[in-house]
């Protein structure tokens, strides 16, 4: 299969949402096609196993389609797939192309993280191997992808319709295209099929997505300087509260918390998990440290250094840093009805305690 994927000449075409890219021919001097590294690859660990106890009746294959669109299909044991092959499938009408993703025994247990269930799920076929007159009909299909997306907002425009299309997705033989779009409320789009089908002769298909999935096809770059990670490698989302940013002491400003999407950014959850583990360490804010000089009051924690700020009640602005150590020694020996002389005298250096006291806690939201 892969002569097919390499010797196709591809020099009008963009097959990048495809997990392709154009690269210069062996003879430099024709472009083709070739795979690279996107975020449909899947890594096959199981590649060199087979399991001898289990006898399959069915094979099946993860094929890959546009961006984050995969499904599985099944197929006979005469057709010897592995991942890279463009393979012909069965559509609801007509045929589709995709790029085989994942073979296997590692198939079977995507399925079962996917709840897939084999007997009960009718999976459709895998035809063939994609000849080059299938190749070179997906290749024309995807040159009209954006042109369509164009056009097809001009259509909704004039029509008045208070929706946003995000993305096409043509079949791989030309019949049919798949409208990706978000609304904030219902919208009667039948008028729009109409005008749509009769300016691109396709069935059409209306699929509404969430804006996090519309992020995700868009694609940009994030506050941090990369890639957004919807884009790149997520393949399913994680909902997002705000109690992860309060977790990881971040100040709740929405303009630094949300992404481009406008809901809170994926990353919040990266490291959450890492915060309320060292949280465990620390002892409970809501006790008051007590000494002879006065009564002290939580302020706010530092996490990475493990100091907890105390300040006197009847000198708020005054703050200093404690070790965590410290604070739950001094909590001992309130609990003993035993009072130090002061409370400052257990906090950490002044030079130490004045610089994190001068830290900006706002900017942790930079990292996130």
Not at 209 to 221: D, Y
Not at 322 to 340: A, M, S, T
Not at 362 to 368: A, K, T, V
Request: glycine content about 4%; aromatic content about 10%; some cysteine.
């Amino acid at each position: 299969m892969e002569e097919n994927i390499y010797n196709i000449p591809v020099a009008t075409y963009d097959t990048s949402s495809r997990g392709c890219c154009v690269a210069a021919g062996i003879d430099n001097k024709k472009p083709i096609n070739q795979l690279r590294c996107c975020k449909l690859s899947s890594f096959n660990w199981l590649n060199e196993y087979s399991n001898p106890l289990q006898e399959e009746e069915q094979h099946f294959v993860e094929v890959r389609f546009k961006n984050d669109h995969k499904e599985f299909f099944k197929h006979s044991p005469d057709l010897l797939l592995s991942e890279g092959d463009i393979v012909a499938v069965e559509a609801v009408s007509g045929h589709d192309i995709g790029i085989v993703s994942l073979t296997g025994e590692a198939v079977l247990l995507q399925m079962k993280r996917k709840k897939a269930d084999v007997e009960k799920t009718d999976f459709k076929q895998v035809y063939r191997y994609a000849r080059s007159i299938d190749i070179e009909n997906w290749f024309k299909a995807i040159s009209l992808e954006n042109k369509t997306i164009f056009r097809s907002r001009e259509i909704a425009m004039n029509l008045g319709l208070d929706m946003k299309i995000n993305d096409v997705e043509y079949q791989g033989d030309k019949t049919k295209a798949v409208f990706y779009y978000t609304a904030s409320e219902r919208v009667d789009f039948r008028e729009l099929i109409k005008k749509l089908a009769e300016s691109f002769h396709i069935r059409i298909e209306m699929r509404q997505i969430g804006v996090r999935q519309e992020g995700a096809k868009l694609g940009g770059i994030g506050s941090c300087g990369r890639e957004l990670c919807c884009s790149s490698w997520i393949t399913n989302f994680k909902s997002v509260s705000t109690s992860s940013a309060r977790v990881q002491q971040l100040s709740l400003n929405p303009q630094k918390l949300a992404g481009q999407c406008g809901k809170l950014k994926c990353c919040l959850n990266y490291e959450v998990d890492d915060y309320s583990s060292a949280l465990k360490e620390f002892p409970d804010n809501r006790i008051s440290l007590r000494s002879k000089k006065g009564e002290a009051f939580y302020k706010k924690s530092d996490i990475f250094k493990r100091v907890m700020w105390y300040a006197y009640k009847n000198d708020p602005n005054n703050m200093f840093a404690i070790h965590i150590d410290q604070v739950k020694k001094i909590i001992d020996l309130n609990k003993r009805n035993r009072f130090p002389k002061d409370i400052e005298s257990f906090a950490v250096e002044k030079d130490q305690a004045t610089n994190v006291e001068n830290q900006d806690f706002d900017q942790l939201s930079n990292y996130i």
